[in-house]
């Protein structure tokens, strides 16, 4: 589903609601990907962001919230992968979600020195160590169920307004539309030109046909070769996995292979353009 954000109304939407209740609400879109609405981090989370396995760690969990949401309706609560409390719920397109309405980055009113404890727990990841993180932690406000039912109510008549002003909405996607985002969720798969074609409903010449207005005159493996490489390269530049690693994660299980295809694409190794990617972070 190709899906249009208003991204101008719902900013001004979200940045009114977190000027009067300190809460932020976002925006994320059916795959559970930010879409890059309203970037304001409480200090906790900012730091966790900014390291490159932290902000891993908060895209998966992104994806898994919507992958695991259950509720019969409105808002589900839980913990997201540093402990701090989170919710989110559906806006649907009939019975489709279409995008999903998320807040949180605040503790509950149970005793907050066993939440820290439990935020802890699950930060040996961090550099320097979690207690780092404990100011921040400590600068979290907390909610009362009768308060996170009131903020929620609002935030659930707040996403019917959303609808019904039309901030969001669907199109038909178009076949170029439907190979690019197929290629956006299985690039990391095995791929070839008859699995793409039976899953797409295209023939075969015309998959070709659109493969090369995509790409700009190229091939279907050239453009599958391009998504993995410039997945690849957000992964060398984000994360310390060994370059093996990426090249499985990015579906090419071959690393002499996968060092070529790199090389070809973006004119040097991977080895070299994580070294690129560290100093340039440095500064």
Known sequence: MNVLFDQERLL??????????G???NILDPQGRDI??????????????????????????????IQHYSAEKGFQFYRCHAGICEAVMPLYDKNHPLAYLVFGCYLDDSPIDRQWENSRSRLDWYPGGAEALKPAFFQFRQYSASDLKAYSELLEALAAYIQ?????????QTDLQKLERYLDEHYMEKLS?????????????????????LSGGGTLSGLIA???????????????????????????SDY???????????GTTPRNFRKAAVEKRKF
């Not at 019904?164 to 038909?172: C, D, P, T, Y």
């Not at 410039?230 to 090249?247: C, E, G, H, T, Y």
């Open 12 to 21: 001004q939407l979200l940045t009114n609601l977190y000027v009067f209740t």
């Open 23 to 25: 809460i932020a609400a």
């Open 36 to 65: 890059n609405l309203f970037e304001r981090h409480p200090p906790f989370c900012g730091a966790i962001n900014r390291q490159a396995e932290g902000h891993q760690r908060c895209v998966a969990c992104d994806r898994w919230k």
């Open 164 to 172: 019904l002003k039309g901030m969001i909405s669907s199109a038909e």
């Open 193 to 213: 030109l008859e699995t793409i074609s039976a899953q797409l409903h295209v023939g075969r010449t015309k998959l070709c046909r659109l493969a090369k207005e």
């Open 226 to 252: 391009q998504r993995r490489i410039n997945a690849a390269k957000d992964l060398l530049a984000r994360s310390d996995l060994p370059i093996s690693a990426v090249a499985e994660a990015v579906g090419i």
């Open 256 to 266: 002499n292979y996968f060092s070529r295809i790199f090389r070809a694409v973006t």
